[in-house]
T-cell receptor, first 112, second 112 residues
Framework: GQNIDQPTEMTATEGAIVQINCTYQTSGFNGLFWYQQHAGEAPTFLSYNVLDGLEEKGRFSSFLSRSKGYSYLLLKELQMKDSASYLCAVRDPRDGGFKTIFGAGTRLFVKA | DVKVTQSSRYLVKRTGEKVFLECVQDMDHENMFWYRQDPGLGLRLIYFSYDVKMKEKGDIPEGYSVSREKKERFSLILESASTNQTSMYLC???????????FGSGTRLTVV
């Protein structure tokens, strides 16, 4: 089966660091994506991890452990504009590798 | 600025109507996708296409069909709209497998 778990909601303070976790149990694995989605808007691509380890991109970093079926998105120096949903998604290698399976998303609230 | 454009932002249709949702991308992407997004369920794949005139079923194709006559355009058709098809519909495209998606702004469809 295909299952992606992430917390439903999180709250953090402006200027702080927050870590959004994602665990997955899927029949296959070919990479993990993180997307950001502001309310009423389309998701936008943040990161893609294929190999284990940490990928840093400005204030955002994403970590992957394939053996543990685990990833996290780290947001540093939080800003109010970071209030959004964060979607974890796994690339499914079956059927030519075209499909991506999405988690339900973590809604992050950044407070002043 | 590269773009995925969905023809309507909001639609209200009656039960039993045939509904067309249009999506156009200007990035010369090979792959195009239709998802629906419902609270607590995340994005679920309806259909995708990896080439002109090619289409593949996703996880929830029942009640839907698609058309891809030109590379830049991918249409989703609800043959006979039902109330359980009330949802946010998101179109996406990607250059090829393993690349992040670019999403359209979404169409919020209400079936009454």
């Amino acid at each position: 089966g295909q299952n992606i778990d992430q917390p439903t909601e999180m709250t953090a303070t402006e200027g702080a660091i927050v870590q959004i976790n994602c665990t997955y149990q899927t029949s296959g694995f070919n990479g993990l994506f993180w997307y950001q989605q502001h309310a009423g808007e389309a998701p936008t691509f943040l990161s893609y991890n294929v190999l284990d380890g940490l990928e840093e991109k400005g204030r955002f970093s994403s970590f992957l452990s394939r053996s543990k079926g685990y990833s996290y998105l780290l947001l540093k120096e939080l800003q109010m504009k970071d209030s959004a949903s964060y979607l974890c998604a796994v690339r499914d290698p079956r059927d030519g590798g075209f499909k991506t399976i999405f988690g339900a998303g973590t809604r992050l609230f950044v407070k002043a | 600025d590269v773009k995925v454009t969905q023809s309507s932002r909001y639609l209200v249709k009656r039960t039993g109507e045939k509904v067309f949702l249009e999506c156009v991308q200007d990035m010369d992407h090979e792959n195009m996708f239709w998802y629906r997004q419902d609270p607590g369920l995340g994005l679920r794949l309806i259909y995708f296409s990896y080439d002109v005139k090619m289409k593949e079923k996703g996880d929830i194709p029942e009640g839907y069909s698609v058309s891809r006559e030109k590379k830049e355009r991918f249409s989703l058709i609800l043959e006979s709209a039902s109330t359980n098809q009330t949802s946010m519909y998101l179109c996406a495209s990607s250059f090829r497998q393993g690349h992040g998606y670019t999403f359209g702004s979404g169409t919020r469809l209400t079936v009454v």
